[in-house]
């Protein structure tokens, strides 16, 4: 079965640096999305990306935050100028219309 | 706004026992419905969804939920749950013409499943 892919799976980094995180889609999928678990919380949607821009993004993905699809297989997420509270799962998911969403199995990112 | 209830943060059922998860949304219309579980320190697998059609959907590990619109529900079951089903569930909705789509998921804050032997 097709997988979303997540690079690294586990990343720590200080506060204020950047941070890239990667991920590869499902190759025929259309849609992407980031979406974040702070520990012991629920999953919260970040941002979907279709046709090479932006499609929806929350109130979660402020100016730090910005998505590319730098070729045509990756998707990353990068986080300019982390803070502590950036400290969660990072999870990468990827759908076509009518068949729902397969979701990596996440980054965990730890702001330190 | 989209929401999702999940009333119960922790469960615990003996093994061999049945399982009922529930799951309660708000909505404008009837969305698109799925059940993830995560299991500690991995990702979310999908166990089930509804889009339309009948309503008792059957999932993978012999989970089955049931979309109930007159109660804005959609609970998840297991006649028989076994130790490898501790993990934690999630309930989530999405806009009725996505399933895929611009707009991501409403995601419940999930149950905590515990096996007793």
């Known amino acids: 079965e097709p997988e979303v892919t997540q690079t690294p799976s586990h990343q720590v980094t200080q506060m204020g640096q950047e941070v890239i995180l990667r991920c590869v889609p499902i190759s025929n999928h259309l849609y992407f999305y980031w979406y974040r678990q702070i520990l012991g919380q629920k999953v919260e949607f970040l941002v979907s990306f279709y046709n090479n821009e932006i499609s929806e993004k929350s109130e979660i993905f402020d100016d730090q935050f910005s998505v590319e699809r730098p070729d045509g297989s990756n998707f990353t997420l990068k986080i300019r100028s982390t803070k502590l509270e950036d400290s969660a799962m990072y999870f990468c998911?990827?759908?076509?219309?009518?068949?729902?969403?397969?979701f990596g199995s996440g980054t965990r990112l730890t702001v330190v | 706004a989209q929401s999702v209830t999940q009333p119960d943060i922790h469960i615990t059922v003996s093994e061999g026992a049945s399982l009922e998860l529930r799951c309660n949304y708000s909505y404008g219309a009837t969305p698109y419905l799925f059940w993830y579980v995560q299991s500690p320190g991995q990702g979310l697998q999908l166990l089930l969804k509804?889009?339309?059609?009948?309503?008792l959907v059957q999932g993978i590990k012999g989970f089955e939920a049931e979309f109930k619109r007159s109660q804005s529900s959609f609970n998840l079951r297991k006649p028989s749950v076994h130790w490898s089903d501790a993990a934690e569930y999630f309930c989530?909705?999405?806009?009725?013409?996505?399933?895929?789509?611009?707009?991501?998921?409403?995601f419940g804050k999930g149950t905590h499943l515990i096996i007793q032997p």
């Open positions: 509804y889009f339309s059609g009948d309503t």
């Open positions: 989530a909705v999405g806009p009725p013409y996505s399933g895929g789509g611009a707009d991501g998921l409403t």
């Open positions: 998911a990827s759908s076509t219309k009518g068949r729902g969403y397969t």
